[in-house]
């Protein structure tokens, strides 16, 4: 069945394009804006029309969903002159990870213009975008929310955490920050493992039926570390940014995060050697230069944990 009144969708990067797809395949009509046309043309081939800004979207749609990189992108796309608070949409879904303060501040100038924002941010990666089964965190007025709840169940589960913008964005830098302390910390124990000698895949067994389980054992490693393909689908630099984010706000509540600013210093040195379109999994490849070796999986089609040459691991 296909619902005759269309949704708006910008930013079709890594999220965007699998969450709009999935609009579509639920029979929805969506017009489209991404500022790449490389972005556009696999939608467009699915059958979403395409608009020439984020105002022209918003003129063509009451309910616009966006699925941007970072808060100053969210505040052009909202508040620009070519933007959302120029065209004559009532809702906006912001689907973004652009911290509390830009929240309630993208909140307050689409008022002005009459358009309500939802703070949406979601949490599982591309692949879950794909299959639908994101976390999609919420914050708006409840009728807003009772609005658009059907669309927002087509990414995953959705979760009402109050009526106040930035909210939901706050619960999700507190997810992101848990998420890559993770990370670094299995690269670490991960690194010290396959020194010592350890099998890389027997790891993982081990630590999944044991308490150290965690996003990055159960996930990150089996699917983007030990195969050494690096495409978990979530760049450095934007996973820094949500660091970053978090960080400013434990800042401006009066908290120390100790171990938060230590993962930021992590992220901030994978960035500098990997730069900031390298998948955040090479944060353990930033290890495994410190200790020598690499942590190669059955997957990966070699002998496991071997040590490398220095400068082996750099090349990849
Ligand atoms: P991405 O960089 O792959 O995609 C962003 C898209 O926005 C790109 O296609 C880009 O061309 C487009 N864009 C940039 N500026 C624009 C503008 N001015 N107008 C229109 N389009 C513009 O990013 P992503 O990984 O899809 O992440 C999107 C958001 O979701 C980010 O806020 C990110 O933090 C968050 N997020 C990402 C993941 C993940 O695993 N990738 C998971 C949860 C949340």
Redesign the pocket.
């Known amino acids: 069945m296909t619902h005759s009144t269309p949704i708006g969708f910008?930013?079709?990067?890594?999220?965007?394009s699998a969450m709009a797809s999935r609009l579509i395949d639920a029979g929805h009509r969506l017009v489209v804006?991404?500022?790449?046309q490389a972005?556009l043309d696999p939608l467009a081939q699915k059958g979403a029309s395409v608009a020439g800004s984020?105002a022209d979207v918003a003129e063509r749609a009451q309910i616009v969903f966006g699925?941007?990189?970072t808060p100053d992108?969210v505040r052009?796309?909202t508040l620009g002159s070519q933007g959302i608070s120029a065209g004559k949409s009532r809702i906006f879904v912001d689907?973004?990870?652009?911290g509390p303060r830009v929240s309630a501040e993208v909140a307050a100038g689409l008022a002005r213009a009459g358009v309500v924002l939802v703070d949406a941010?979601?949490?599982g990666?591309?692949a879950g975008a794909l299959k639908g089964t994101l976390s999609i965190m919420t914050s708006t007025p409840r009728a807003t929310f009772d609005e658009v709840e059907s669309l927002l169940k087509v990414f995953g589960k959705v979760f009402y955490v109050g009526e106040k913008a930035g909210l939901a964005q706050t619960m999700k830098l507190i997810n992101n920050i848990i998420s890559v302390a993770a990370l670094a910390i299995t690269s670490e124990g991960m690194v010290m493992g396959v020194k010592a000698g350890l099998d890389p895949d027997v790891m993982l067994d081990v630590i999944n039926a044991s308490s150290g389980r965690n996003s990055a054992t159960t996930d990150k490693f089996p699917r983007a570390v030990l195969p050494r393909s690096f495409d978990f689908?979530?760049?450095s630099g934007?996973s820094a940014?949500?660091v970053r984010l978090c960080l400013q706000e434990a800042d401006a509540l009066g908290i120390p995060m100790v171990v938060g600013s230590s993962v930021q210093q992590m992220l901030s040195m994978t960035n500098a050697v990997f730069g900031p379109h390298s998948d955040f999994t090479s944060m353990c490849k930033l290890v495994e230069q410190w200790a020598d070796v690499e942590v190669r999986g059955r997957a990966a089609g070699q002998a496991r944990g071997e040590a490398v040459r220095p400068g082996a691991v750099a090349a990849q």
């Not at 804006?33 to 790449?36: I, Q, S, T, V």
């Open positions: 910008i930013g079709l990067g890594s999220m965007g804006f991404d500022r790449a972005a984020a699925s941007l990189p992108v052009e796309v689907l973004s990870t652009t941010p979601v949490s990666g591309r689908g979530f760049a934007l940014k949500d």
